[in-house]
T-cell receptor, first 115, second 114 residues
Framework: GNSVTQMEGPVTLSEEAFLTINCTYT??????LFWYVQYPGEGLQLLLK?????DKGSNKGFEATYRKETTSFHLEKGSVQVSDSAVYFC??????????????FGQGTTLQVKP | DSGVTQTPKHLITATGQRVTLRCSPR?????VYWYQQSLDQGLQFLIQ???????AKGNILERFSAQQFPDLHSELNLSSLELGDSALYFC?????????????FGSGTQLSVL
């Protein structure tokens, strides 16, 4: 079945450091890929998405490129801030015949940014 | 604020009991989703309703049931509760059936089964 694998956390960085959170997926069909972020005590928020191969999603300085050849969707940011501390979830949505919004999430990666 | 309202925020109950979690989607959204978040299982999709009809089903136990009412709010009923049902239950909504759509999540209901 479809699945998403994320790098294990926690990831601890100093402010202004470069961030990479790895995400790989297994899927049949042509999934769309998402990154959601969860701040403490809140629900998940969509950070960015890509709907087809080679698409790059970007938002708030974060980027991720849909790489079909490596089945990956790694999240990157050039310079993290303390306010980026949160849990990041990679997810996929199968665009097969089911035509639903069901998302399959990875385990989540906790990012802690220190001043 | 996502516009999705979940009540109650916290729920403490005993094994064997039954509880109802409520979700009000964003105004105009027709789909409601339920997810369970636990430390060992992560975020698991339970069920999706679209305009009152069940649209997709995930790893939802037979002891659990859900429905979406004509006013589009949804309820998740959990019965014969077990310790392992303790988790954070999220509701999300989207405008249409969901494919490639942004999901808007509520803040969750923290269920503790003692």
């Amino acid at each position: 079945g479809n699945s998403v694998t994320q790098m294990e956390g926690p990831v601890t960085l100093s402010e202004e450091a470069f961030l990479t959170i790895n995400c790989t997926y297994t899927a049949t069909g042509y999934p769309s890929l998402f990154w959601y972020v969860q701040y403490p005590g809140e629900g998940l928020q969509l950070l960015l998405k890509a709907t087809k191969a080679d698409d790059k999603g970007s938002n708030k300085g974060f980027e991720a490129t849909y790489r079909k050849e490596t089945t990956s969707f790694h999240l990157e940011k050039g310079s993290v801030q303390v306010s980026d501390s949160a849990v990041y979830f990679c997810a996929l949505s199968d665009r097969g015949s089911s035509n639903t919004g069901k998302l399959i999430f990875g385990q989540g990666t906790t990012l802690q940014v220190k001043p | 604020d996502s516009g999705v309202t979940q009540t109650p925020k916290h729920l403490i109950t005993a094994t064997g009991q039954r509880v109802t979690l409520r979700c009000s989607p964003r105004s105009g959204d027709l789909s409601v989703y339920w997810y369970q978040q636990s430390l060992d299982q992560g975020l698991q999709f339970l069920i999706q309703y679209y305009n009152g009809e069940e649209r997709a089903k995930g790893n939802i136990l037979e002891r659990f049931s859900a429905q979406q009412f004509p006013d589009l709010h949804s309820e998740l009923n959990l019965s014969s509760l077990e310790l392992g049902d303790s988790a954070l239950y999220f509701c999300a909504s989207s405008p249409g059936q969901g494919v490639n759509e942004k999901l808007f999540f509520g803040s969750g209901t923290q269920l503790s089964v003692l």
